[in-house]
């Protein structure tokens, strides 16, 4: 029996990201939240140099660490620095928060991958930040787009076959 794992991601609105890596096979569970800010308990007001982040709770017997981040670079615009469709600022940057030398090392080798396809018209902008607290967002911002289907979004898959 395998023990479930976290990733922790950013790219842009955290509403789209949660959307699409929810139905993917081996999510278990998704939560958007603030990541790698300079506040305590941040709120969707006050989240000074967070991150609009996931928390990814996933099976490893059916998807990893280099799957997540694979389908991460292919459902958001890696290239573009703190921004992502109509989103500006640090908020909506592209950021991977590492929990160990393990993940800095397979995000580091995606990113490369990512990089030498030339698939994005520029290069990737995705920082490396070391994971210190992910704070959940506010009830609202939870399963925001299944409550509102129509909701704004600037995440879809830009690319359906894997970098890997």
Same mark, same amino acid.
């Given at each position: 029996?395998?023990?479930?794992?976290?990733?922790?991601?950013?790219?842009?609105?955290?509403?789209?990201?949660?959307?699409?890596?929810?139905?993917?096979?081996?999510?278990?569970?998704?939560?958007?939240?603030?990541?790698?800010?300079?506040?305590?308990?941040?709120?969707?007001?006050?989240?000074?140099?967070?991150?609009?982040?996931?928390?990814?709770? /996933?099976?490893?017997?059916?998807?990893?660490?280099? &799957?997540?981040? !694979? #389908?991460?670079? %292919?459902?958001? +615009?890696?290239? *573009?620095?703190?921004?992502?469709?109509?989103?500006?600022?640090?908020?909506?940057?592209?950021?991977?928060?590492?929990?160990?030398?393990?993940?800095?090392?397979?995000?580091?080798?995606?990113?490369?991958?990512?990089?030498?396809?030339?698939?994005?018209?520029?290069?990737?902008?995705?920082?490396?930040?070391? /994971?210190?607290?992910?704070?959940?967002?506010?009830? &609202?911002?939870? !399963? #925001?787009?299944? %409550?509102?289907? +129509?909701?704004? *979004?600037?995440?879809?898959?830009?690319?359906?076959?894997?970098?890997?």
């Amino acid at each position: 029996m395998s023990t479930n794992k976290k990733a922790y991601i950013a790219g842009g609105c955290f509403w789209g990201m949660e959307a699409l890596f929810r139905v993917k096979p081996g999510i278990i569970d998704t939560e958007v939240g603030y990541i790698g800010g300079e506040n305590d308990n941040p709120t969707y007001r006050n989240h000074p140099g967070h991150a609009e982040g996931i928390e990814i709770t /996933y099976n490893p017997e059916v998807t990893n660490f280099k &799957e997540i981040l !694979d #389908y991460f670079f %292919r459902i958001h +615009n890696p290239t *573009t620095l703190n921004r992502q469709g109509n989103d500006m600022g640090t908020s909506y940057r592209s950021a991977i928060f590492y929990q160990n030398e393990t993940e800095l090392k397979t995000a580091q080798e995606i990113i490369e991958i990512v990089n030498n396809t030339r698939k994005w018209d520029g290069k990737v902008a995705t920082t490396l930040e070391k /994971y210190t607290h992910f704070w959940a967002a506010e009830t &609202e911002h939870q !399963d #925001y787009l299944q %409550r509102n289907p +129509n909701g704004y *979004t600037c995440h879809f898959e830009r690319f359906s076959e894997s970098f890997i």
